[in-house]
C-alpha cells in the first residue's frame, strides 16, 4: 500500500555559505528567548491550542478549514521561518513576504469541537517524540554552529535533520489545531523537495 503525501511539508532551501555573525546573532536570541522562561509558553499553548480550535470549529463549524485554517498557516508559515533562521537553516530573517523556509499546509478532515478537545491526549505520542528530537536538534545545532563557525558551511547530515525536526513539530502544530486529520510523522515524501 503506498502512502498518501502528508498534508504539512516543509522544504528549505539552504544557503551555500552561513555567515557566523548570524551564529553568534542567534545564540544570542536563544538565550534571551531561554531567558524569558518560554517553555510554560510551550505548555500553555500545548492545552489552549486544542481549546481554541474547538471554539472556533463549534462557531464556525464547516467553515473552520476554509476560513480560519488559513488565517493560522500564515502564522505558522511565519515561525516556520523564525525558526529555520534560529535553527541556522537560513540566514534570512522571518517575513511576511516568502522565506527560504517553505511551510505548506493543505487543510483537511472533518474538525469537530469534541474532536479538537480531544487532541490533547491524542498528541501526547508525537509531543513526546517532538521533545526527543529537540533534546537532539539542540546538540546538532551545536554541531552545526561550530562547523559554520569554522568553515561557513552547515554539514548536510545536520541541516537534513534539523529540517527534519522542524517538519515533524509543525506537523504536530497543524494537527493539534486541528488543521489536518493525519498524524505528525517523520516520513518525507519526494514531493518535500523543491522543483528541480
Known amino acids: ?80 521561518s523564525a525558526y529555520g533562521y534560529l535553527w541556522l537553516l537560513t540566514d534570512v530573517l522571518p517575513t511576511t513576504h516568502g522565506s527560504p523556509v517553505d511551510l505548506q499546509v493543505t487543510p483537511a478532515g472533518s474538525p469537530t469541537p469534541s474532536s479538537a478537545l480531544l487532541r490533547i491526549i ?36 545536520v541541516a537534513d535533520f534539523l529540517t527534519m525536526a522542524l517538519r515533524v513539530q509543525f506537523r504536530l502544530i497543524a494537527y493539534h489545531l486541528s488543521i489536518v486529520d493525519r498524524y505528525p510523522t517523520l516520513a518525507q515524501s519526494s514531493l518535500e523537495h523543491a522543483p528541480a
Do not use: N
Request: aromatic share 6%.
Open 1 to 80: 500500500m503506498i502512502a498518501s503525501v502528508h498534508p504539512v511539508q516543509l522544504h528549505v532551501d539552504r544557503p551555500q555559505r552561513t555567515s557566523r555573525v548570524h551564529v553568534i546573532t542567534r545564540l544570542l536570541l536563544l538565550l534571551a528567548i531561554g531567558a524569558l522562561g518560554c517553555s510554560a509558553v510551550y505548555w500553555a499553548l500545548y492545552l489552549a491550542l486544542p481549546a481554541v480550535a474547538a471554539l472556533l470549529i463549534s462557531r464556525d463549524g464547516e467553515r473552520y478549514l476554509s476560513e480560519d485554517a488559513p488565517r493560522a498557516v500564515r502564522v505558522l508559515r511565519w515561525f516556520a
Open 122 to 157: 491524542t498528541s501526547i505520542p508525537a509531543i513526546l517524540l517532538v521533545v526527543i528530537l529537540s533534546a537532539v536538534a539542540s546538540l546538532a545545532w551545536i554541531v552545526g554552529a561550530v562547523a559554520i563557525l569554522l568553515t561557513q558551511r552547515m554539514p548536510g547530515p
